[in-house]
């Protein structure tokens, strides 16, 4: 049976806080000025500070999640894919931290580099505060959607690249995740399925074969990669299908344990599911899948 999906209304159920990643300007320097920028929809863009925002559930099981919401590299559905995303894992017991990442396309110096390093900053500073927010730096994952996606699976299988110099102690610290989920996520930036818009911001309209390469997800996959979940919609029109085929060969390569779920249809951009479609049946594979890796009361 799958679990409901908690309404919006309940988002001041979790306690919250705000912390920047970096002390000072992020490496590299650059980046937009003036305040951050949210849509009516709840988008956010113009992301001046990175940041983590916590939501700490009412009985923390010691697990926690880092979760990155999409939108292209060109803003960050926080309030249709993270916040939700948040509620419901800390419904469950496990710390959730939403990332504000960097846009490539913002001015910053470091390029696409810029959400990489915001991601393993994230990941660090998760783990160097375990005591604080009451968990096990060996149990923190990674969940991502689209563009979202593509960073955590960067993240997650790229985590041994020195994306910046450190910076303090925290930066002596794995940015390897436990596990990675990965949902409705760009994997590829090869062609021909380099007409995404994260391939766009990240390398241009016509990038070089060995910058796609180099910024594919299934490039970097293999045996220290943390096990991997994928949901990914047949009839996905902003991400190929085949990226996730793409992604399960990888893994299957590599001998990385890869759980993938293929819905009939829901199109992109489902967030935790609509009711009475397909896409509302992931969540509670998911909530399987999480208890199955991790230490879950």
């Known amino acids: 049976m799958v679990a409901p999906l908690l309404k919006p209304a309940l988002a001041t159920a979790f306690p919250r806080e705000s912390f920047p990643l970096w002390d000072g300007a992020p490496p590299g320097g650059g980046g937009p000025a003036g305040p951050?920028?949210?849509?009516?929809?709840?988008?956010?863009?113009?992301?001046?500070?990175?940041?983590?925002e916590v939501f700490r559930p009412e009985k923390p099981n010691g697990t926690a999640m880092l979760i990155a919401a999409g939108g292209g590299y060109r803003r960050i559905e926080q309030h249709w894919e993270a916040y939700p995303a948040a509620r419901w894992l800390a419904a469950r017991g496990i710390t959730a931290f939403?990332?504000?990442?960097r846009l490539p396309g913002e001015g910053w110096k470091a390029g696409p580099l810029a959400p990489l390093q915001d991601a393993q900053r994230a990941l660090r500073l998760i783990k160097a505060r375990e005591a604080e927010f009451g968990i096990d730096a060996d149990e923190?994952?990674?969940?991502?959607?689209?563009?979202?996606?593509h960073l955590m699976g960067l993240a997650?299988?790229?985590?041994?690249?020195?994306?910046?110099?450190?910076?303090?102690?925290?930066?002596?610290?794995?940015?390897?995740?436990?596990?990675a989920a990965l949902i409705y996520p760009v994997i590829t930036l090869e062609a021909p399925y380099n007409r995404t818009s994260?391939?766009?911001?990240?390398?241009?309209?016509?990038p070089e074969l060995a910058q796609s390469a180099e910024w594919s997800i299934e490039t970097h996959v293999a045996k220290d990669c943390p096990p991997m979940f994928l949901v990914q919609a047949l009839d996905d029109g902003v991400v190929n299908p085949a990226n996730a085929t793409i992604m399960?060969?990888?893994?299957?390569?590599?001998?990385?344990?890869?759980?993938?779920?293929?819905?009939?249809?829901?199109?992109?951009?489902?967030?935790m599911g609509h009711a009475g479609s397909p896409s509302?049946?992931?969540?509670?594979w998911y909530e399987a899948w999480l208890r199955s890796q991790l230490k879950l009361a």
Not at 140 to 149: D, I, T
Not at 198 to 206: N, Q
Not at 248 to 271: I, M, N, T, Y
């Open 36 to 52: 951050a920028h949210m849509s009516a929809g709840g988008a956010l863009s113009n992301v001046v500070t990175p940041s983590l």
């Open 98 to 101: 939403v990332l504000t990442y």
């Open 140 to 149: 923190v994952g990674v969940l991502g959607f689209s563009a979202g996606g």
């Open 156 to 179: 997650a299988s790229w985590s041994a690249f020195e994306s910046y110099r450190p910076r303090d102690e925290a930066d002596a610290l794995s940015a390897r995740p436990a596990l």
């Open 198 to 206: 994260t391939c766009h911001v990240m390398l241009g309209e016509h």
């Open 248 to 271: 399960a060969d990888a893994c299957q390569r590599a001998g990385v344990p890869l759980e993938l779920h293929r819905l009939a249809s829901g199109g992109h951009g489902f967030g």
């Open 280 to 284: 509302a049946e992931w969540p509670g």
